[in-house]
């Protein structure tokens, strides 16, 4: 695991306790089983929605793109702030807001797969 990866336990210690797996070459970040962070190249992206995106946006971060078979990809997740590398409290701020997105995009799917069955 990466030195980066491991500095994320330290960063978001007044959030709560994370943890982080092995995928696609970076690492998913957790947290009460939902996946909050992507690490791709040791930048750290924050799981967003609709409700939350314009956090993201008013900071003109875009969201996290790559390239699938000749199609660019775009995940809902985007470039954390840099003022929560240095502030435990605004990675607190913003590690909430990436799991509420991440809850009510479960209970999103969760909803979808009700009423399909």
């Given at each position: 695991m990466s030195e980066f990866v491991?500095?994320?336990n330290e960063m978001f210690e007044h959030f709560g306790p994370i943890n982080a797996r092995r995928m696609f070459g970076g690492h998913g970040v957790h947290h009460n089983d939902l996946m909050i962070v992507l690490v791709?190249?040791?930048v750290l992206h924050l799981k967003a929605d609709s409700d939350s995106s314009i956090h993201f946006d008013k900071l003109r971060?875009?969201?996290f793109e790559f390239d699938k078979n000749g199609k660019k990809v775009t995940m809902s997740y985007f470039p954390a702030p840099e003022a929560i590398y240095d502030?435990?409290?605004e990675a607190r701020i913003w590690a909430n807001r990436?799991?509420?997105a991440a809850l009510r995009s479960k209970r999103?799917?969760?909803k979808k797969q009700v009423h399909e069955t």
């Open positions: 491991e500095y994320l791709a190249d040791d971060l875009s969201p502030n435990p409290n990436a799991h509420e999103q799917v969760n």
